[in-house]
């Protein structure tokens, strides 16, 4: 089925231990993004890519970085994980801009002990 | 810079009854709106978007969404609730200029039987 596919859903780390997160997309969407989800906080933007061969910082940057490998895959990597990077993160992508909303993948649940 | 807030933490209601779930927004020029809703352990899922034309829109699960441009809100609704519409809802918005969704923190909804 068409859509968004983080891989892996689940992970525990060790502080100081380094990961990356997989997003790929079969839609064709121009778009992509990372997400992080906390209780009461909502979803937050880490980092986004407009377009292939760009990307952006968001809200939440800080200790994070990203690769758009080409126009399906964009994956998130935490050099030196911290417990305050503990949560859910979910990937999205969509259209460029205007009035298209997002496609979301299942997330991926990552506990920093 | 966009803005969402959803000022109810949790909504409770009783199956059958109508249902609303309050999203006011802040963005420059004319929105685009979203709704969307996610189960446990679930990525987020589209619901409704407001664009433009008519203020009322219809969407998926039998949910709908009136936009006020002059209360600038775009109020979740549903005449009659089901146990199974317990979820966790998000309101999103982002400018016809700019390619990303700023969410709301979120609201509860708890639909008891």
């Known amino acids: 089925n068409a859509g968004v596919t983080q891989t892996p859903k689940f992970q525990v780390l060790k502080t100081g231990q380094s990961m990356t997160l997989q997003c790929a997309q079969d839609?064709?969407?121009?778009?992509m993004y990372w997400y992080r989800q906390d209780p009461g906080m909502g979803l937050r933007l880490i980092y986004y890519?407009?377009?292939?061969?760009?990307?952006d910082k968001g809200e939440v940057p800080n200790g994070y970085n990203v690769s758009r490998l080409n126009k399906r895959e964009f994956s998130l990597r935490l050099e030196s994980a911290a417990p305050s990077q503990t949560s859910v993160y979910f990937c999205?992508?969509?259209?460029?801009?205007?009035?298209?909303?997002?496609?979301f993948g299942s997330g991926t649940r990552l506990t920093v002990v | 810079a966009q803005s969402v807030a959803q000022p109810e933490d949790q909504v409770n209601v009783a199956e059958g009854n109508p249902l609303t779930v309050k999203c006011t927004y802040s963005v420059s020029g004319n929105p685009y709106l979203f709704w969307y809703v996610q189960y446990p352990n679930r990525g987020l899922q589209f619901l409704l978007k407001?664009?433009?034309?008519?203020?009322l829109v219809k969407g998926s699960y039998g949910f709908e969404a009136e936009f006020n441009k002059s209360q600038t809100s775009f109020h979740l609704k549903k005449p009659s609730a089901l146990v199974s519409d317990s979820a966790l809802y998000f309101c999103a918005v982002r400018g016809i200029y700019g390619n990303k969704l700023v969410f709301g923190a979120g609201t509860i909804l708890r639909v008891k039987s």
């Open positions: 999205a992508s969509s259209e460029v801009a205007g009035s298209y909303g997002y496609t």
């Open positions: 839609m064709n969407h121009n778009s």
């Open positions: 890519s407009a377009s292939e061969g760009t990307t």
């Open positions: 407001y664009i433009t034309g008519d203020n």
